[in-house]
T-cell receptor
Framework: KNQVEQSPQSLIILEGKNCTLQ??????????LRWYKQDTGRGPVSLTI?????NTKSNGRYTATLDADTKQSSLHITASQLSDSASYIC????????????FGTGTQLKVEL | NAGVTQTPKFQVLKTGQSMTLQCAQD?????MSWYRQDPGMGLRLIHY???????DQGEVPNGYNVSRSTTEDFPLRLLSAAPSQTSVYFC??????????????????FGPGTRLTVL
């Protein structure tokens, strides 16, 4: 069964600090992996999409890595800000189209002063 | 561009009532999908559409109907609401690009969600 597991479930960090969120998946065959940011009460917003051949991708202070061999991804947030407080969702797409996305349950990040 | 819009934002229904959740996108995307998000669970696909006139079931389709008469609109109908359908519903759209091995989705754009409570 295709699964996406994220850790930690929740995280609290001080503003200005860095953090790394983890994603392990068992989706096969693999097409791409996405990270989304979901603010409370809003829809998810895409941060990065990585295919099999990409092992790192940045979007501002967000850097995602992908190891397709070990089926692991991480999202690193640099110099955190209060506005980074959100749920971060890892989504893995298998091949074949729109019905093949497997969503993780998300890591709830809180950035405090 | 308004992106993906959803109405209503909040809705309370009684068991057995029916209603339609509206979703529209102005990006000319082929793919549209409906998801539900429940506490402690990842988003789950209800129904999706690969273009006007074409719909298919996702992971949790029971109790829901969809239609796609235009590229822009993808309404979700609850035929007879049940408390188990209390959830937050998200509509999403995306365009596809063709790569070796078949089409794949590009990034999805999500609407703001509809919070539905069924009493």
């Amino acid at each position: 069964k295709n699964q996406v597991e994220q850790s930690p479930q929740s995280l609290i960090i001080l503003e200005g600090k860095n953090c790394t969120l983890q994603c392990n998946y068992t989706v096969s065959p693999f097409s791409n992996l996405r990270w989304y940011k979901q603010d409370t009460g809003r829809g998810p917003v895409s941060l990065t999409i990585m295919t099999f051949s990409e092992n790192t991708k940045s979007n501002g202070r967000y850097t995602a890595t992908l190891d397709a061999d070990t089926k692991q991804s991480s999202l690193h947030i640099t110099a955190s800000q209060l506005s980074d407080s959100a749920s971060y969702i890892c989504v893995v797409s298998g091949t074949g189209g729109g019905n093949k996305l497997t969503f993780g349950t998300g890591t709830q990040l809180k950035v405090e002063l | 561009n308004a992106g993906v819009t959803q109405t209503p934002k909040f809705q309370v229904l009684k068991t057995g009532q029916s209603m339609t959740l509206q979703c529209a996108q102005d990006m000319n995307h082929e793919y549209m999908s409906w998801y539900r998000q429940d506490p402690g669970m990842g988003l789950r696909l209800i129904h999706y559409s690969v273009g006007a006139g074409i719909t298919d079931q996702g992971e949790v389709p029971n109790g829901y109907n969809v239609s796609r008469s235009t590229t822009e609109d993808f309404p979700l109908r609850l035929l007879s609401a049940a408390p188990s359908q209390t959830s937050v519903y998200f509509c999403a759209s995306s365009y596809s690009i063709i790569v070796a091995g078949g089409p794949r989705l590009n990034e999805q754009f999500f609407g703001p969600g509809t919070r539905l409570t069924v009493l």
